[in-house]
């Protein structure tokens, strides 16, 4: 990657911290916006090197559509983007095949479900929990999502479709993601997606530097425990405070 000429930007992807609807009361609801320029994380390195040749930049990206956070990169950020001829990402997210592969890691093996997987109790507070977002997604969409022909159900099932045959960390995951605001903010494509259409809108050469293999496996490689105290801990414990 780092032996062709030009300048290479390379995003560093993160998963989102999420908190229980309980956490997400008790704070604001989006950061104050910096008074300045310097006052914003550029979240953005420079690899220096010997002239001739020219920089390359890291930049830490996050998995939250971009509108939540465009505002809040600095310009540098931006800047080094713009003057960069290479772009190289976590993923492929552009690439059907990327997408594909994504979807089949988190699926549970051939003939397994949730509901065999699960303790009795958890599926049900599970599943009442999912009712409940299913009933109230009409109400978090917003007139621009209907405006622009999104349907309740159809948002509900692109988030959470075929959710019985996921593996448990995946459905950890997809829970965190079934939040009022979170909801509000579908439809525009994720920070790491804007920037490759972006980047193949302006002509840039793009890569990846990681297989879906590694990013799936080591989350496939945690065990039930593991997952379990997960989902105390942070992912499903959103679904007890949501049913009571």
Known sequence: MFCQPGIRWVLMGAFLHTVSPREHRARPRQCD???????MNSFLWT???EPPYPPSYLFGTIHVPYTRVWDFIPE???QAFQTSTSVYFEL???DPLTISKLTSCQLLPHGENLQTLLPRDLYRRL???LDYVRHMMPYWMTADQRGRGLYADYLFNAIAGNWERKRP?????????LTESDVRSRGAPVLDLFLAQEAERLGKRTGAVERVEEQCHP???LNFSQVRTAQEGQGWASVGVALG
Request: glycine share 4%.
């Open 92 to 94: 492929d997210l552009t």
């Open 47 to 49: 690899v220096r090197r």
């Open 219 to 221: 989350l496939n490689g």
């Open 76 to 78: 540098s950020s931006k």
């Open 127 to 129: 599943k009442r929990h």
């Open 169 to 177: 960390v995946w459905v950890m995951l997809m829970v965190n993601s």
């Open 33 to 39: 916006t910096p008074k300045t320029q310097s006052d």
